[in-house]
């Protein structure tokens, strides 16, 4: 995973840094235009998993669309290259600032989550003189089988119109005269391993594409949101998802109408695997009933271990020493600021570089200043 020049080059960096393996990313991607885009699915990258342009760049070339949650994510869409018609916008909270921003772009669709939502769009659209598309976010409560802070298809969960509101929803839809509704949209969760929920959700969609379109109503959009798992443990052996398994699903068990599209908004899959967060060991404590190794990354380079009992694996690139039993933890003043617990890795001594693996999504993303924290630019492997 990291030759040796790459670790001799790491040894040379201000640290810590992100760094993103830009063959791993690509042949994902290879994987996603295989098994999704050839079957004429489209697949849009939910940019809030990574923005990095170079990243982004790569996204684009590939023929992915863009999956915007706020306006910064349509204007950075946008920037990098993506056309409007294919930015979806998602967001239980769209600011009018936001709306406005995605109305002037003419985007391809707004995921919407609830009626009010849908009057002040309707009213914000008219005030430019447009029509807005869009889709409707249905919660299709499916129980994703994921950590509690990550599953958003329930409906005790704030995300998308709740099945007992959605003839209103459809009631009211013919008085708002500046949307046009194009499709539905479902999204579970995230970091989805076990496929149950997934079929749960090909049945529930199927049954609610069949409600609406009888209601009179031609949906060309049916998307199925994200959520696809990967692999924390072993990022090496498994550094690309399954995506024949994940797209095949949802290709045999979705029934699309003659006029329907199938459409995807995969985050953590595309680019999960390429990123690593790279750190140096500042300090080593011996201790009577535990070891630590301290080192110059935290919470606030990757918050996922704090936020979501998140286990990323631990590769220490310079020592090739007895395995010892560590706590990994970084500088930052809380004791949530660990990334591992008592995990059995090469014995390790100020100065030796540490990879946290898995980091490519929501990690960078959700860097944060906390403790005045300056972050170091990330690193591609195409720069080594
Ligand atoms: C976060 C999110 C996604 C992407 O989720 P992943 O688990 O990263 O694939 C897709 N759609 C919506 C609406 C989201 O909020």
Not at 241 to 253: I, K, N, T, V, Y
Not at 343 to 364: K, L
């Amino acid at each position: 995973m990291f030759p040796s020049e790459v670790t001799d080059f790491f040894r040379t960096q201000k640290t810590p840094f992100y760094y993103y393996d830009l063959d791993v990313l690509n042949a994902t991607l290879e994987e996603i235009q295989k098994h999704g885009l050839s079957k004429g699915f489209h697949v849009h990258f939910a940019l809030k998993a990574n923005n990095q342009p170079k990243v982004l760049k790569l996204i684009k070339e590939a023929g992915l669309g863009a999956d915007c949650v706020s306006g910064g994510e349509v204007q950075r869409a946008i920037d990098s290259g993506f056309s409007a018609c294919e930015i979806a916008f998602a967001g239980v909270g769209k600011s009018d600032e936001e709306i406005e921003l995605g109305l002037k772009h003419d985007i391809f669709c707004f995921n919407c989550e609830s009626v009010q939502e849908l009057e002040v769009l309707n009213e914000l659209a008219g005030m430019q003189g447009k029509t807005a598309r869009i889709a409707l976010r249905l919660n299709p409560n499916v129980e994703a089988d994921t950590h509690r802070y990550i599953t958003t298809g329930l409906n005790e969960n704030k995300f998308g119109i709740n099945a007992s509101d959605l003839d209103e929803v459809l009631d009211r839809l013919p008085d708002l005269n500046n949307l046009k509704l194009i499709g539905i949209h479902f999204h579970i969760g995230s970091q989805i391993e076990n496929f149950t929920p997934f079929e749960e959700l090909c049945e529930r969609a199927n049954m609610l594409n069949e409600h609406i379109e009888n209601r009179g109503f031609e949906l060309s959009v049916i998307n199925v949101g994200g959520g696809f798992g990967i692999n924390y443990t072993h990022p090496n052996d498994n550094a690309i998802p399954d995506f024949e398994r994940f797209f095949g699903l949802f290709e045999s068990r979705i029934k699309l109408k003659e006029h329907q599209q199938l459409h995807f908004e995969l985050g953590r899959s595309v680019v999960g695997q390429c990123g690593s967060l790279i750190t140096r060991v500042l300090y080593t404590k011996y201790g009577e009933t535990k070891n630590f190794a301290i080192v110059d990354a935290g919470m606030t380079e990757l918050i996922r271990p704090a936020l979501y009992q998140a286990a990323h694996r631990i590769d220490v690139l310079t020592s090739s020493k007895r395995d010892k039993n560590y706590d990994v933890v970084g500088p930052i003043c809380e004791s949530s600021d660990t990334f591992r617990t008592d995990i059995s890795i090469p014995e390790v001594v100020r100065g030796d570089i540490i990879a946290i693996r898995s980091a490519g999504a929501y990690g960078e993303v959700m860097r944060s200043a906390y403790n005045l924290r300056e972050a170091n630019s990330s690193v591609y492997s195409d720069e080594v």
